[in-house]
DNA sequence: GTGTACGTTTATGTATACGTTATTACCGCC
DNA sequence: GGCGGTAATAACGTATACATAAACGTACAC
């Protein structure tokens, strides 16, 4: 994986253009968010400041600003008279993600449990459970990827904790690309969707302590696969 | 606790200066974060950017780049016009804050466990649990504070797992303030002492699920009796 | 061919300027 | 006194300028 400058001939600005929003550094911060998660910029891509302000019609004040934000949620690192650079993902990287990603999550099944929710409240992650379910009976793992995200963002809303719900996202951002990448190189997710449909029923049944276990075993499953996938394919950074 | 602005008389330079480090950015950014977690500014106190720049001696664009970073922390809130407010923590944010310190010390405790620490790793943790035990003894407790603290910090430490580390310290950074209100507020630490010691011993035993247990039931007792403390003294922000 | 020295270029970190608009102060009226 | 309208002020968000020093390219010596 070697590491490219914003010259290189690939990138146009249209293939993720800068979408208006109130702000240049909103814009700025959610057009570079969406490029690093998308794996639009590979791990270790690099680009300069006045590069990225020119491409995206603003000086760089406002770019900064972005990158200053992007920096603290680990996906970019800036590096003096180098710009900033797509932070690339390591095996060991991936491991600590998963391990907060577990912790996090089982705590958010086990506060979803006791807060005794109503069907309209367990309405989403059901659907997004139920939606990993058609995805992989179609055999679309696009579909099934994008809904199992859905399962994973809802569950940990559900928990009432707001902090939880920033954090857990943040880990999911710095994993989305690992995810990806390694989206087809797993086994058919059968386990995972029977596994998604357990968690949902035991936070239905108010059953704390099982909801709790249920996800924790689903992402330490998950952890264990991915992990694998990453030696076998040698993968050492993402 | 009403709203202080950047001109209260009681405030001084010299009572928190900036210390200078490589950077101005930096140098903003631990000055003014160290102002919040000690509470030398209270929830809700407000400040200019201007007005901030003034007094650290620099101009207003390092003195941005370190708010939005503490932005980011969840430490302040950046308010257009109004500048930069101390964000207050209610109770509901100690929950989810301590919701989330027992999730993540738990999990640190059982990796920690995993990892078959030697007498050398293990001993800063051993120091603290025993500096909190010798605070306790004295019978004072602003050292005790400061040992509990250690210990924490130490225990996250010892997992192995870097983003864990940072998500706990940003989260003990949140929380540092009400813990300093309420020290006193509190009977005497005796089950904390004693239960940093047990956990400290499961550690070293490498019993993952014993150290996991035992720390996840020392921040649920903790957890308790601050949201009681929080609650007997009406105290709504912090 | 390799290493070093030197001059030039460039990408920052920071300061300052500028345009916009939210906020505040003031005034008149009821 | 309270309310509404208007003008002035001020605090941004952003653009531009500037100083610094890191990085690069070239020439020369061994």
Redesign the interface.
């Known amino acids: 994986m070697s590491q490219k400058r914003a010259t290189a001939p690939d990138r146009t600005p249209s293939s993720n253009p800068a979408v208006p929003t109130g702000s240049l550094v909103e814009t700025a911060y959610r057009t570079l968010r969406q490029r690093v998660i998308d794996n639009a910029w590979p791990p270790g891509y690099r680009a300069l400041e006045q590069e990225l302000a020119l491409e995206l019609g603003m000086s760089r004040?406002p770019l900064?600003?972005a990158l200053?934000?992007l920096q603290?949620?680990?996906l970019v690192e800036v590096i003096p008279r180098h710009g900033m650079r797509v932070l690339p993902v390591s095996a060991d990287?991936m491991?600590?993600?998963y391990?907060?990603l577990?912790?996090?999550e089982?705590?958010a099944a086990e506060?979803a449990a006791r807060r005794r929710l109503t069907r309209a409240q367990l309405k989403p992650l059901l659907d997004a459970a139920a939606a990993t379910e058609h995805a992989l009976n179609a055999e679309d793992l696009d579909a099934w990827a994008s809904a199992d995200e859905s399962f994973h963002r809802n569950l940990v809303e559900l928990s009432g904790?707001?902090?939880?719900v920033e954090?857990a996202r943040n880990?999911a951002d710095?994993a989305h690309r690992a995810r990806a990448v390694t989206l087809r190189m797993r086994p058919k997710p059968t386990h995972s969707t029977r596994e998604h449909m357990d968690v949902v029923e035991k936070i239905r049944a108010g059953d704390a302590r099982a909801a709790f276990d249920a996800q924790r075993a689903h992402r330490e499953r998950g952890t264990r696969e991915l992990l694998a996938i990453l030696e076998y394919h040698q993968l050492k950074t993402l």
Chains 1, 2 share one sequence.
């Open positions: 004040t900064r600003e200053v934000r603290n949620e680990g990287d491991r600590d993600i391990q907060m577990t912790a996090l089982a705590m506060l904790n707001r902090l939880l954090v880990c710095r």
